[in-house]
Nanobody, 122 residues
Framework: VQLQASGGGLVQAGGSLRLSCAASGSVFSIKTMGWYRQAPGKERELVAS???????DYADSVKGRFTISRDNSENTAWLQMDSLKPEDTAVYYC?????????????????WGQGTLVTVSS
């Protein structure tokens, strides 16, 4: 499985960005997809995850501002980020898991895409 993340960039506080994650290869093995982020000097943290059935889960810091979605037929997941804050600045990574339930543990994601940088200016 290969994951290709895109959509990062520079945006002012209060603005929006939409990240995309396209999966290819043995996509039949992908069940839950997630987005992580890692800010400079900080650990990688889970932002949001979504099962193949559409169940979603969000970090408290992004609830009400970010929306994760996916299209199983297109093997693509998106992260719509609204009302962005400077503290959202990070490299964002998409990940995929073979597990069918909401996955929060990073170790349960077996597939990772390259990061895409999101910078929010104040």
């Amino acid at each position: 499985v290969q994951l290709q993340a895109s959509g990062g960039g520079l945006v002012q506080a209060g603005g929006s960005l939409r990240l995309s994650c396209a999966a290819s290869g043995s996509v039949f093995s992908i069940k839950t997809m997630g987005w992580y982020r890692q800010a400079p000097g900080k650990e990688r943290e889970l932002v949001a995850s979504i099962t193949s059935g559409g169940t979603t889960d969000y970090a408290d810091s992004v609830k009400g501002r970010f929306t994760i979605s996916r299209d199983n037929s297109e093997n693509t997941a998106w992260l719509q980020m609204d009302s962005l804050k400077p503290e959202d600045t990070a490299v964002y990574y998409c990940a995929a898991s073979r597990y069918s339930f909401i996955v929060r543990a990073m170790g349960l994601y077996g597939y990772w895409g390259q990061g895409t940088l999101v910078t929010v200016s104040s």
